[in-house]
């Protein structure tokens, strides 16, 4: 991952003039005259649908036309939609600049384009790539306050936690294809994110090692311990100790040794 990373610097500093600005924008003005197109002709939306087998036969405009699918629900819903969108995307982007982000749109697209031609028959949507953008989104500012149904407060971490286990619920019973779609989505974020993951993982159980060892109990100095032979009460708990009374100053000896030693004469008596 970090090589990626690298190989995208080079490009950015080759290629990077070429990005094509405020993508979120031309994505969202896609959609919204798509969605404006089908409430007069629903059959707009079969025809942008990306079904492999149809792109085989000829109709390659499918492959870009999915990115374009309005969402499918009430107009004030779909408003709300597009807000997030926008709000998420244009922030990705004035955050990493045009060029990685149309990169990372592009790994996205590709990935999720690629992946369907498993399944040439099923149609496959954007929604999961569209939910990269969000997931990227809540990893950097992991605690920007959404207000939920316009009146409770919460962070977007919660949120993006909850589409993660979405998606693990997806991968367990999901069809093929929605399985498919979010290896894709999921390939894309941790490309980009990844390693700094990896790092942030070995850094918090260096932090948890550091805080198990302040908390756990200092180890217990051992009380008395054999002259000779070194043995403490702590290792050798079962020994009995003695002090000799014939040696000058405290001098501590195991059962093993308490008449077999050579006893120490004070400095004055030498």
């Not at 990005?19 to 994505?27: D, E, G, W």
């Not at 079904?51 to 009430?74: K, M, N, Q, S, Y």
């Not at 999961?128 to 149904?149: E, K, N």
């Not at 316009?150 to 294809?177: E, N, T």
Request: charged share 15%; proline share 4%; glycine share 6%.
């Amino acid at each position: 991952m970090m090589a990626a990373m690298k190989l995208l610097d080079r490009l950015e500093r080759r290629i990077g003039r070429f990005a094509v600005p405020n993508v979120t924008v031309l994505v969202i003005v896609g959609q919204v005259l798509a969605y404006v197109l089908t409430l007069a002709n629903d059959a707009l939306l079969e025809a942008m649908l990306l079904i492999p087998a149809r792109v085989l036969d000829g109709e390659v405009w499918r492959l870009v036309t999915f990115l374009f699918l309005p969402p499918l629900t009430h107009p004030i819903w779909a408003i709300f939609f597009w807000y997030l969108l926008f709000l998420m995307g244009t922030a990705l982007e004035q955050s990493w600049g045009d060029f990685r982000y149309n990169v990372f749109l592009l790994i996205g697209w590709l990935a999720t384009a690629g992946v369907s031609f498993i399944t040439p028959e099923t149609p496959a949507f954007a929604v999961f790539l569209q939910g990269s953008v969000f997931l990227a989104f809540a990893y950097l500012f992991p605690d920007f306050q959404l207000m939920l149904f316009f009146l409770l407060p919460i962070k977007i971490k919660w949120l993006a936690l909850v589409q993660w286990l979405g998606y693990g619920y997806v991968l367990v019973v999901g069809a093929p294809i929605e399985q498919l779609l979010v290896l894709a989505a999921v390939g894309n974020f941790l490309l980009f994110f990844g390693s700094d993951i990896f790092r942030r993982m070995k850094a918090g159980r260096r932090k948890m090692a550091t805080q198990a060892e302040r908390l756990a109990p200092a180890k217990k100095k051992a009380l008395h311990t054999c002259r000779v032979c070194g043995i403490t009460d702590q290792t050798h708990p079962e020994m009995d100790f003695r002090y000799c009374s014939k040696c000058a100053g405290a001098c501590c000896y195991c059962q093993e040794h308490l008449r077999n030693h050579e006893h120490v004469v004070a400095a004055d008596d030498a």
